[in-house]
């Protein structure tokens, strides 16, 4: 039997990338978004809110259906609004941590433990630098992503021995979140990192891949660093 994949973001960016890597490895995809996932061998595509438990009820009723355990929750989904702190909308504050976390929650309340594979499974939450440092307008997207390190860190503990969990804090990685950005702000984040460039979607993929495997069985419970030295990188004069 495949192993099998729940990622959510899986239309696009980093989440894309992830789903074509796992799925050209063999394992059986299960791509959430708001939006269809592109046709591919080995992925299906769920369309919907991943704030909606509906959504959920219905990939727990495929996977019973077909007879699946997942062994791996990959969770890329997230909201980014930038704007000054006292200035954000309930609605939208609110947003960064319905996406953001609140949705992991909905999901496993929904799939169930049991709904997991016995060996194996694993858990992986994408967070970000901006977790660990300041930047302005960012306060709803950092406050939501430095949450999913911390639940990262308590799952772990409560799942110890059955599912391993552990969040990625990821730097400037090349996906649409940059569309908007102009040539200097593209040139900024690269000259940011150690490496001089930005990351790339397979880049995060390649290290997901390892982390599912068993080679990485005795991971648990970490914030794994994927940023081009980007936090390590700092300019003085």
Not at 223 to 237: I, N, Q
Request: hydrophobic share 45%; charged share 20%; with cysteine.
């Amino acid at each position: 039997m495949s192993d099998v994949a729940v990622v959510t973001g899986g239309a696009g960016g980093i989440g894309k990338a992830v789903c074509a890597s796992l799925a050209h490895s063999g394992w059986r995809v299960l791509s959430i978004d708001v939006v269809p996932s592109p046709i591919r061998a080995n992925v299906e595509s769920f369309v919907g809110d991943v704030t909606d438990p509906n959504l959920w009820d219905a990939v727990q009723k495929h996977l019973v259906s077909e007879n699946l355990k997942v062994t791996s929750f990959l969770h890329f989904a997230f909201h980014l609004e930038r704007e000054n702190f006292p200035n954000f909308a309930p609605n939208a504050w609110i947003r960064h941590f319905d996406v953001n976390i609140a949705s992991v929650q909905t999901a496993i309340s929904k799939l169930g433990w049991e709904s997991f594979a016995q060996d194996n499974a694993s858990m992986i939450l994408a967070s970000s630098v901006h977790s660990r440092i300041g930047v302005a307008l960012h306060s709803g997207y950092a406050a939501s992503k430095a949450a999913l390190n911390a639940l990262a860190r308590q799952l772990a503990v409560e799942l110890a021995g059955r599912i391993r969990v552990n969040s990625l804090v990821l730097g400037p990685i090349n996906s649409p979140v940059w569309a908007g950005a102009s040539a200097a702000q593209l040139d900024s984040a690269r000259n940011e990192t150690a490496s001089l460039r930005m990351g790339e979607p397979e880049d995060v993929a390649n290290l997901v891949r390892f982390l599912v495997s068993r080679e990485a069985s005795f991971i648990n419970g970490s914030e794994l660093v994927l940023d081009g030295g980007f936090l390590a990188k700092k300019e003085t004069r």
